[in-house]
């Protein structure tokens, strides 16, 4: 059984790959024996990776939201590997207000810039769309592949605003519209491409993480734990195991699901 996780053999594209999660996601395939291609934005950073951190693998620009981009990536990847099997859309932007002293009132969804709407939208779902299109047009082509969209629980469930006070009851921040909107969008793009492709061996199907612990205030941590069932937020490594199960023959009858794996936050 154990041999159906295995990603021996097989070619996996992960964008957004120098990233916080990025990088574990592109670790648990390598391990899992895939050859992994790390693309993100700074191309430096994706080759020191792959040359660092990875076995046999290859780093490369990506913008997402640039389809010559991505179609670049793919030629060069099809040159080095003849084929892609695994395509892991990953890259992603969440709002970050620099002067914290206005973002509680910028970040007001009746004040909230229309750039960083359309921003988030650019990336979280455009690149989303523009990279299954190109990648998925591939697989079309050798009848098989397995697309992984990686959405989010505020792809499932909105934001409560009480989380993003401070400890004297103060709202730092709102968690503006267009995250959540944008992974929710993902979600229905992969069910929509899973009823596309279910009969041409290309499945599709999302990942959705709940918060990981990175920096964050030990109120935000406890305040985030207390609110999900598992009592923690997550490290970043808790999504290899379901990344490779995707990506992986384990679940050669899944296609249109969203794995939701968030220690039960969306439990309740
Ligand atoms: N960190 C979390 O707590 C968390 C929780 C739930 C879901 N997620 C999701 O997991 C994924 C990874 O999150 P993360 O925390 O590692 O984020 P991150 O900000 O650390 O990494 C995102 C990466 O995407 C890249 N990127 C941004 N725009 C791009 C573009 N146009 N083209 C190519 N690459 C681009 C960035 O350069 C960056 O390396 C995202 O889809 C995010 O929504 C994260």
């Known amino acids: 059984m154990i041999e159906a996780f295995s990603l021996k053999g097989k070619i996996a594209i992960v964008t957004g790959a120098i990233g916080l999660i990025g990088k574990q996601h592109c670790l648990a395939l390598n391990n899992a024996g895939a050859r ?3 693309a993100d934005l700074d191309e430096r950073q994706c080759i020191e990776f792959a040359e660092h951190h990875l076995c046999d693998a290859m780093g490369h620009y990506i913008n997402v939201c640039k389809k010559e981009s991505i179609k670049e990536l793919l030629e060069n990847v099809l040159d080095r590997f003849g084929k892609v ?32 709407w359309q921003r988030s939208v650019d990336v979280n779902l455009t690149g989303v769309f523009l990279c299954s299109q190109v990648i998925g047009t591939q697989m079309l082509k050798q009848k098989s592949g397995s ?40 979600i229905m793009l992969g069910k929509y491409l899973a009823a596309y492709w279910g009969k041409y061996g290309i499945r599709v199907n999302t990942l959705s993480p709940g918060g990981v612990k990175n920096g964050q205030t030990d109120f935000f941590i406890e305040n985030y734990s207390r609110k999900t069932p598992m009592g923690r937020m997550a490290e970043p490594g808790d999504y290899q195991g379901a ?26």
Do not use: H
């Open 243 to 268: 990344l490779v199960f995707l990506a992986s023959d384990a679940s050669a009858y899944m296609t249109g699901a969203n794995l939701v794996v968030d220690g039960g936050w969306t439990c309740w």
């Open 85 to 116: 099997d695994v395509l892991v859309n990953n890259a992603a932007v969440n709002d970050m207000f620099e002067d914290p002293k206005a973002a509680s009132a910028q970040s007001r969804f009746e004040n909230y810039p229309l750039e960083l």
């Open 36 to 38: 992994v291609v790390a």
């Open 147 to 186: 697309i992984i969209n990686i959405s989010s629980t505020y792809g499932i469930s909105a934001p409560d605003q009480n989380l993003y006070k401070d400890s004297e009851g103060f709202q730092s921040f709102y968690k503006p519209p267009a995250y959540p909107v944008t992974k929710a969008g993902v």
